[in-house]
């Protein structure tokens, strides 16, 4: 990977330009740990309860990339809507699925936030954030598992 170079006039040719706050480059993360998996979740269990209990059983972050399979019930809400979720009740196909769970030692707990798409079997598409969603039959999620990450707070001057 390359350093930006600062050509502007006031510079002197070709001064590097770093960032305040910079992610590390490859192989300087100490320690951290990324691994692409494919887990299946079992059937009649939550999906959201299910991701949480494997991070926090293995202690690591979990990013949900995609997922397949059927489901049963499904509750989703709008972001930032005031409004209780809508459940769904009915056989419901898994067409993406997309997410992230934080594990935490805190007490607070650790923010999760699962985005689901779903397929219904009149031919309409149905989406949201996903509160509750339990799997019907087996579910396949491609996700990345993270262990150790740095988490980097970049300071803004935008408000």
Known sequence: MSVPKDLSPRSSEGDEVHPPESIPPTGATGGA???PV???VPDGVDIIDWVAGFANSNKVCITVVGGFGKV???ALSRLKSPAPPLQYIEH???INLLGTYQFSTLAEGSPIFINALLGRLNGA???GAESRMVVMGKVGLSAYVFQNP???TIKT???
Request: no cysteine; aromatic share 4%; hydrophobic share 55%.
């Open 33 to 35: 740990t990324i691994k």
């Open 38 to 40: 494919i887990l299946d």
């Open 72 to 74: 049963s019930l499904a």
């Open 92 to 94: 419901l196909t898994l």
């Open 125 to 127: 598409v149905i989406g």
């Open 150 to 152: 740095k988490i980097i």
């Open 157 to 159: 001057e935008f408000h």
